[in-house]
């Protein structure tokens, strides 16, 4: 079908979203995804690049020349459009920026580009509707008109001064519903949320989910009214923040996806494992410490896995509790009543466990002594666990690390090492040897 | 101040928003709280009630009669006091829904409820603006003013026949700047994206992302128009089914905060705790049938940990990848290309982890041929359980069980005890004990 029939392809994807034409891109080679975005009109082909695969992307603009990259911009809102120069290599940005033929869509787009990737200042656009306050309904109302057509999607409508600075909003319905002479000084509603422009991208996401925001507008530090932020922007952070947690907890260190290649892979997952071997090493070290009770006590060796499996669970479950609770801005209390409460769990969960492990042991081995080791050495492991798990990422919050990094192979591998050590000493002292 | 002075505290809460309001609430004890729930208008409490935590909320409505309640759902939202409704225990159901004055309101909450709190129809409102399609562009926009009044937000306007069933929408711009002659028939948008009542939530969710829509019609299986729904709602959907997925890959089997009992948390835990204890129980009996290897190769024994770490590591690592995958249902090629990759990357990693492990223990014992079987056995090991992490969840995944219950534990719990097999087996052989 690719090879001559243009016609009757463009009449095939005609009645396609741009949505799933991107996805039936991703699957083309990449000369007949090529040669697909040069044949289509550039206002779908934009939203098609835009829907696409990041990586896909790039190799089809590397296809595509500065001009032809221009054209798709000046067909994207300002924030999509920042966002795809964003990805081009440091050279290849300016020609193209060079190359938009609307002036102000370029100031706009250049402006954004200035802002940090993860504020509100990088996920805002330009687009928004807005009114001063000394216009009356009827101005407003053919003012909106002519703004609109810019904007994809008219959430609200923003009242200014005369210096450009955030007044209030007007509702869509009032303007509807009220006679077109009053003044907007007196229809507006001068209480409206707002985020400064250096705020943080998960900030953001916080008022707009808390206060349910479907759109917000974005001030400088003097409330000028700079852009706007819409909710579909805020799923997104939404989705990649969750995605970088969940990645984080298993041990992945770089966000990637199924698809990506292999050294891709190898670099992201490497550097827990290498953590996890030298954790693994230490534990052996420490067990070779002990060498001397392998004689007598050689089930005690025998249960160094489980230990150490334990010790890593509680605190893996500890920490993901906190990160959560952290990330959800839902933690109340102090550290130390935090610490409390995950020593009362693991004080129930302990004896639980324990007790159980405790009677396997007595019934394989017939051994009281050991048995009593291995199974308080759990006990007091679990504790251990279960309060460094709560330590660390709370540690790590207060000194404005992302604590997400602490439930992962890092808490693992610690508390192996802490837990295999405790063990052992505790047999030590209990078996006197 | 909560004792005496009503007019005070209304002045101090009224010009806050309810999301803050009910921050507020959540801290204070039940009396204090239900104290102002009874005091302020119930047009702001219903918003209130519906920002708090669901523990917290049930705790409130308990004190409440079904006359104050029914008071409460007359202002929600209809979806909104579906959900209320639905977390009262059941006697007290139908006698709320009794005191529902609105007749037209009560006959949409008791139709919601019927739905599966998890489709499509579980997150709909009846609340939407529809127009007929014989209808001229004056007449829908009288109509829609008089329909607006009871919509919070007006997102789109849909368009039916005259027997409901859903035929396209209009968009607002569009009505603002078209003849108000003009029939309906002649403007409206034929395309429209739905979804029907019995969808799931999750498919719901993708839907909207992937087409970046804000509300999306709700149609029964003849394309009768149901309801609505809209993206404030699926950030929740996003956000629960991202929170679930993070709390299974830290073994946590139940959606707990941080805030729940003690007792909740414990139940959560303990499961997948007993899964663990069970794991390492196997691995120590495994280990006991290899005990005659403890005399010659004592070492063999202390990296048993190393070796179940790093089959847990790694088997997480494949695992979560895919689960992500699915869940983001970006998963690309056949289960054989799948596996095939993971065995690619795990002979890359394994080759680079065993032999730093081979150095190690050969420099730390000159025993060639234990440190052989040691650095031999990871990389077996590390290459069976990438193998096991990217089997198990796409298994599960075509059984329609979620996969993500494959990342957590019962990954880490299994290659446990296969790592600690294959280890032991390959040191027999190569040791030739």
Not at 3 to 23: F, G, P, R, T, V
Not at 131 to 142: H, M, P
Not at 183 to 211: C, F, L
Not at 409 to 427: K, W
Request: aromatic share 8%.
């Amino acid at each position: 079908i690719l090879n001559q029939d243009d016609e009757a392809l463009l009449k095939l994807l005609e009645n396609e979203h741009h949505a799933d034409i991107a996805e039936v891109l991703e699957d083309l080679n990449l000369e007949e995804a090529t040669y697909i975005i040069k044949l289509l009109d550039s206002d779908l082909t934009s939203e098609i690049l835009m829907e696409m695969d990041e990586d896909d992307r790039e190799k089809i603009l590397q296809n595509l020349s500065e001009k032809e990259i221009a054209k798709e911009l000046d067909e994207l809102d300002t924030d999509d459009a920042a966002d795809m120069i964003a990805e081009l290599p440091e050279d290849r940005q300016q020609k193209v920026i060079s190359n938009i033929e609307d002036k102000e869509h370029k100031a706009d787009i250049q402006e954004l580009l200035k802002y940090d990737e993860n504020s509100a200042g990088g996920l805002m656009a330009k687009e928004l509707v807005k009114v001063y306050d000394n216009w009356n309904v009827l101005k407003c109302v053919r003012e909106m008109r002519a703004q609109a057509e810019f904007v994809t999607r008219v959430h609200s409508i923003y009242v200014v001064n005369e210096n450009n600075q955030l007044e209030g909003r007007l509702s869509l319905k009032d303007l509807l519903t009220t006679s077109t002479k009053t003044p907007i000084s007196e229809v507006y509603i001068p209480k409206v949320d707002y985020v400064n422009v250096h705020d943080s991208a998960e900030d953001v996401a916080r008022v707009m989910q808390k206060y349910d925001l479907e759109a917000i507008p974005v001030v400088d530090d003097n409330m000028h009214l700079l852009g706007r932020i819409t909710i579909d922007d805020i799923v997104d952070v939404i989705k990649e923040e969750a995605d970088k947690d969940y990645q984080m907890a298993a041990g992945i260190s770089q966000d990637i996806e199924a698809d990506d290649t292999l050294w891709q892979h190898s670099r992201a997952r490497l550097p827990w494992l290498f953590l996890g071997l030298f954790g693994g090493v230490g534990a052996a070290a420490i067990m070779g410490g002990f060498e001397e009770m392998i004689n007598k006590h050689a089930v005690l060796f025998f249960f160094t896995p489980l230990i150490g499996a334990m010790a890593g669970n509680v605190g893996v479950q500890a920490s993901a509790i906190i990160v959560q609770s952290i990330a959800n801005s839902d933690l109340k209390g102090s550290i130390a009543n935090r610490l409390f409460k995950e020593f009362s769990l693991a004080m129930v969960n302990g004896l639980a466990l324990s007790i159980i492990l405790f009677s396997f042991t007595w019934f394989w081995k017939k051994e009281i002594l050991t048995s009593l080791a291995i199974s308080i050495s759990l006990f007091v492991v679990i504790i251990v666990a279960g309060i460094i798990g709560t330590f660390i990422p709370l540690f790590l919050h207060k000194q404005k690390i992302d604590p997400a990094i602490a439930t992962g192979p890092f808490i693992t591998t610690s508390n192996d090492i802490f837990g295999i050590l405790i063990y052992f000493s505790i047999a030590k002292m209990l078996l006197g040897i």
